[in-house]
T-cell receptor, first 109, second 118 residues
Framework: RKEVEQDPGPFNVPEGATVAFNCTYS??????FFWYRQDCRKEPKLLMS???SGNEDGRFTAQLNRASQYISLLIRDSKLSDSATYLC??????????FGKGTRLHILP | SAVISQKPSRDICQRGTSLTIQCQVD?????MFWYRQQPGQSLTLIAT?????????ESGFVIDKFPISRPNLTFSTLTVSNMSPEDSSIYLC???????????????FGEGSRLTVL
């Protein structure tokens, strides 16, 4: 089993729709969690951290369920500029940061 | 934030040759990380480069294939040795973000070095 698993993509979603990504992790000792965004032929950049209480940043909401070892990202009112690959990232706590394979999102006009 | 410069940004190499990738950070950092991202795949950690000690390699990666130098707290190199087409990939240098001396958990990346081996 991979340490970090994400929904297979690509997601093709009409502009304005809501889209949700899911991610599971296998190491229960993992300490911190993130969603990164990677545009085509670019380096990954942090989108948002994920906190146990859940957190929101504009149209983006991240949730963490430690009991189920599950992380989610919700994007509301999607824009064309949201098209990218979204990477679920887990810090195992031993200075090892593990990246999921990523989910590609295409927002359709 | 950290600003990371990598070079070369891309290169096309012949099988059997070696290429050294350079990574320069705009601040002093204890650890620098080298990742590989193969086509259509996510990032895989190759090794952690520590200043003043040997690099720590992840399972599946060895020093003979990927020698790393870390001469000071702002610079590191990764060499891809005896290249084969399977080494065609993007190689990314990365550092932890810090705030007030503490890690934020965020990783900052260089723009990557896109390597094509013929």
């Amino acid at each position: 089993r991979k340490e970090v698993e994400q929904d297979p993509g690509p997601f093709n979603v009409p502009e304005g729709a809501t889209v949700a990504f899911n991610c599971t992790y296998s190491n229960s000792a993992s300490q911190s969690f993130f969603w990164y965004r990677q545009d085509c032929r670019k380096e990954p950049k942090l989108l948002m951290s994920v906190y146990s209480s859940g957190n929101e940043d504009g149209r983006f909401t991240a949730q963490l369920n430690r009991a189920s070892q599950y992380i989610s990202l919700l994007i509301r009112d999607s824009k064309l500029s949201d098209s990218a690959t979204y990477l679920c990232v887990v810090n195992r706590g031993d200075d090892k940061i593990i990246f999921g394979k990523g989910t590609r999102l295409h927002i359709l006009p | 934030s950290a600003v990371i410069s990598q070079k070369p940004s891309r290169d096309i190499c012949q099988r059997g040759t070696s290429l050294t990738i350079q990574c320069q950070v705009d601040s002093q950092v204890t650890m620098m990380f080298w990742y590989r991202q193969q086509p259509g795949q996510s990032l895989t950690l190759i090794a952690t480069a520590n200043q003043g000690s040997e690099a720590t390699y992840e399972s599946g990666f060895v020093i003979d294939k990927f020698p790393i130098s870390r001469p000071n707290l702002t610079f590191s190199t990764l060499t891809v040795s005896n290249m084969s087409p399977e080494d065609s990939s993007i190689y990314l240098c990365s550092v932890h973000g810090t705030s007030g001396g503490a890690r934020t958990g965020e990783l900052f990346f260089g723009e990557g070095s896109r390597l094509t081996v013929l």
